[in-house]
T-cell receptor
Framework: EAQVTQNPRYLITVTGKKLTVTCSQNMNHEYMSWYRQDPGLGLRQIYYSMNVEVTDKGDVPEGYKVSRKEKRNFPLILESPSPNQTSLYFC????????????FGEGSWLTVV | KNEVEQSPQNLTAQEGEFITINCSYSVGISALHWLQQHPGGGIVSLFMLSSGKKKHGRLIATINIQEKHSSLHITASHPRDSAVYICAVGPNTGNQFYFGTGTSLTVIP
């Protein structure tokens, strides 16, 4: 079954404590991306990757890091989380090119206190 | 500046009503996507289209490339259709997707 898997699904953490949200896809997609979703703002892209070892900033990259060492994995790293990073995060993947179906993970609810 | 605009933002309908959600975009596109997000849930792709019309069950999506406009129609709406519907475009240059802010639909029995 085609899947994008994120973990953890729910997390409450404290300001400044580094955390990683993992993302894995089993469709051999080149393109992977991270989004955050906030009320009234819709989905905003944090980072994306067009292939292994290739990453680029999206619209809201501040406070986040990513890596793409393997094709299937694209972890999102918050080195020093702050309360304004409290949000719902989605990982997504697809083949390169805007004309391909995009697959989303189930979402990760992150609260930073 | 929003590359993708959706309307309405919120929509309440009685069960059985015909529903239309609109999406306008300002960039040249490879394809337009309609996504569905249930409360507390993930996001699934309903349609991907680059021209004409597609139908899946009670859902119909249309696109007019010249006018840069798409509509999502739901016929004989049902409470289980209650969700947020998101329009997204994949531009014909670059790899970034642009998303609308979504339309929250509530269908009342």
């Amino acid at each position: 079954e085609a899947q994008v898997t994120q973990n953890p699904r729910y997390l409450i953490t404290v300001t400044g404590k580094k955390l990683t949200v993992t993302c894995s896809q089993n469709m051999n997609h080149e393109y992977m991306s991270w989004y955050r979703q906030d009320p009234g703002l819709g989905l905003r892209q944090i980072y994306y990757s067009m292939n292994v070892e290739v990453t680029d900033k999206g619209d809201v990259p501040e406070g986040y890091k990513v890596s793409r060492k393997e094709k299937r994995n694209f972890p999102l790293i918050l080195e020093s989380p702050s309360p304004n990073q409290t949000s719902l995060y989605f990982c997504a993947s697809r083949r390169n090119g805007g004309g391909n179906t995009i697959y989303f993970g189930e979402g990760s609810w992150l609260t930073v206190v | 500046k929003n590359e993708v605009e959706q309307s309405p933002q919120n929509l309440t309908a009685q069960e059985g009503e015909f529903i239309t959600i609109n999406c306008s975009y300002s960039v040249g596109i490879s394809a337009l996507h309609w996504l569905q997000q249930h409360p507390g849930g993930g996001i699934v792709s309903l349609f991907m289209l680059s021209s004409g019309k597609k139908k899946h069950g009670r859902l119909i999506a249309t696109i007019n490339i010249q006018e840069k406009h798409s509509s999502l129609h739901i016929t004989a709406s049902h409470p289980r259709d209650s969700a947020v519907y998101i329009c997204a475009v994949g531009p014909n240059t670059g790899n970034q997707f642009y998303f609308g802010t979504g339309t929250s639909l509530t269908v009342i029995p």
